[in-house]
């Protein structure tokens, strides 16, 4: 292929090397932020602490992973996708190597504080690297591989964290991460090519935040951005306290059965592929409707008694927050005026505000109502908010 501006096609090899290179940095960097979740009621026992203090391996990340995004999205912006990608994935290592040699939790919140931030250095390159070195044509397809590998990371993190810890220690299964992880980074050090159409951003750092004050400004983008925030809330709040709900009668899982259960979150594979599909032929906004109604109805399955019905149940959830969160994703790219990458960061940052909502914010209502109480609050927060959204784009619409 002859060098230049045009990005590679599907027809060459590079192409492949870059969606195998992101989709494994990709998997590995989403394993190791929601790993903990299915050990959430196991730290509760082992290091004998609160719900809440327990949460914090999950939420003390996302807030990490929010900081990370915005400083090393303006970092990569200025010396390149790759650098900061390979840096992502051994910082992201790192910690694991040290978290099996503590017996503190609070060493265990410190080092995933760390880790969090290594984390966003992929997602904060990555989309740029493509939309830079693949051509427009392509663009789409690499993208929605991208991010079903986003999907797959989180599965194999919770399975694999689950499975080993239940026949060996939680120690074993950090340890299997880093060794994932290192694997990883010597594909990606090997395989991902250079960087061909990087130009250095010469933006000063107050032009790029006065481009994030204007969207927060603009009234159709915040209201999408809230809901990222709600979505994730309640799909978060799901996920974490699900393995308590299982654990106890009637289900009595254990660790190992409980991580099985992750597998529901796979269908975020499928979910990006056949939201897009469905919003070309029937509409954007009335298709991330039914999203949201199909994981309000899934989590409303849960509350059975039976254990095949709550599967069912998470499956549909997921099929349904991945449809909402792929077309609100692709709605803030088309709604932004300008600086549409800032525009995607800030959704970013307003999803993963979500997953620390989600994951520590219901812990009180656990404590207090149990599985009702967070089914309750996880049903009814999307349900008014896409409501509301849909009367004020109404509203506007009929301007």
């Known amino acids: 292929m002859d060098s230049g501006s045009k990005g590679y096609s599907i027809q060459d090899r590079q192409f492949w090397q870059i969606i195998i290179s992101l989709g494994g940095a990709s998997v590995f960097v989403f394993a190791a932020m929601y790993s903990v979740q299915p050990l959430l009621p196991f730290f509760t026992e082992q290091f004998h602490i609160s ?18 995004l915005i400083v090393l999205g303006f970092l990569s912006d200025r010396h390149g996708r790759i650098l900061f990608i390979r840096l992502s994935i051994i910082l992201t290592v790192i910690p694991f190597l040290f978290m099996p040699l503590t017996d503190s939790f609070l060493t265990i919140i410190l080092l995933r504080f760390i880790q969090g931030f290594a984390i966003a250095g992929v997602p904060a390159a990555a989309l740029a690297y493509i939309s830079e070195e693949i051509d427009s044509q392509a663009m789409g397809f690499a993208t929605s591989l991208y991010i079903s590998c986003n999907a797959l990371g989180g599965t194999i993190g919770r399975l694999l964290m689950g499975y080993v810890t239940e026949h060996y220690s939680w120690e ?49 983008l915040l209201i999408l951005f809230g809901l990222g925030i709600i979505l994730q809330t309640s799909f978060s709040g799901m ?22 259960i992750f597998l529901a979150y796979s269908l975020g594979i499928v979910g990006s592929p056949i939201a897009s599909s469905l919003a070309e032929k029937i509409g954007i906004h009335r298709v991330r409707t039914y999203g949201v109604f199909l994981l ?4 409303i399955l849960t509350l059975s008694d039976s ?13 349904g927050f991945f449809t909402a969160h792929a077309l609100t994703s692709a709605t803030i790219s088309r709604t932004a005026s300008h600086q549409k ?52 784009l109404h509203k506007k619409d009929a301007q």
Not at 51 to 68: D, E, K, N, Q, R
Not at 241 to 260: A, D, N, V, W
Not at 307 to 319: K, M, N, T
């Open 172 to 220: 074993t299964a950090f340890s299997s991460l880093a060794l994932l992880g290192i694997a990883i980074f010597i594909m990606v050090l090997l395989t991902l090519p250079k960087s061909r159409n990087f130009t250095i951003n010469d933006r000063t750092i107050s032009k790029d935040l006065q481009g994030f004050w204007l969207h927060l400004k603009n009234p159709k």
């Open 239 to 260: 996920w974490s306290f699900i393995p308590y709900y299982l654990i106890e009668p009637p289900f009595s899982l254990s660790l190992k059965m409980i991580s099985f």
């Open 341 to 392: 990458g800032s525009a995607a960061s800030l959704y970013l940052v307003s999803y993963y505000i979500g997953v620390a909502c989600g994951s520590t914010l219901l812990s009180p209502i656990w404590l207090h109502f149990n599985w009702l109480g967070i089914t309750i609050t996880t049903v009814f927060l999307p349900i008014i908010y896409i409501l509301f959204l849909n009367y004020t």
């Open 307 to 319: 254990l095949i019905i709550v599967i069912v149940g998470l499956c549909i959830a997921c099929l």
């Open 51 to 68: 719900v809440s203090f327990a949460s914090l391996a999950v939420s003390i990340t996302t807030i990490s992973v929010i900081i990370g």
């Open 296 to 299: 309000v109805s899934g989590i």
